[in-house]
Nanobody
Framework: QVQLVESGGGLVQPGGSLTLSCAAS????????MNWYRQAPGEQRELVAT???????NYADSVKGRFTISRDSAKNTVYLQMSSLKPEDTAVYYC???????????????WGQGTQVTVSS
């Protein structure tokens, strides 16, 4: 059993910063790629950032230069540092991890429960 638990969301003023965390726990053999997605009301879920097991990163054009994804493999945790936040960044943010399970070696995708980020004055 694998669980992803997110934290760090909240209310922030435009131009402010927040850091989201997503910690994986359970029977984990290897964390492969990890993603952050977001979903605004009435919108489809969109991919925001990706980080591979080797540390390569990729970002949506809308967040390039403002968001930074990183990971601590020892802690099975991925982070999303968000700066210069805009009202259009308001959304529920979800982490996703591609994980190889311990013992079974089965690779599956797992989602966090989501954390609300609201950018407003």
């Amino acid at each position: 059993q694998v669980q992803l638990v997110e934290s760090g969301g909240g209310l922030v003023q435009p131009g402010g910063s927040l850091t989201l965390s997503c910690a994986a726990s359970g029977s984990i053999s290897k964390m492969n790629f990890m993603n952050w997605y977001r979903q605004a009301p009435g919108e489809q879920r969109e991919l925001v950032a990706t980080i591979t097991s080797g540390g390569s990163t990729n970002y949506a054009d809308s967040v390039k230069g403002r968001f930074t994804i990183s990971r601590d493999s020892a802690k099975n945790t991925v982070y999303l540092q968000m700066s210069s936040l805009k009202p259009e960044d308001t959304a529920v943010y979800y982490c996703y991890a591609n994980i190889r399970a311990l013992f079974t070696e089965i690779v599956s995708g797992y989602w966090g429960q989501g954390t609300q980020v609201t950018v407003s004055s």
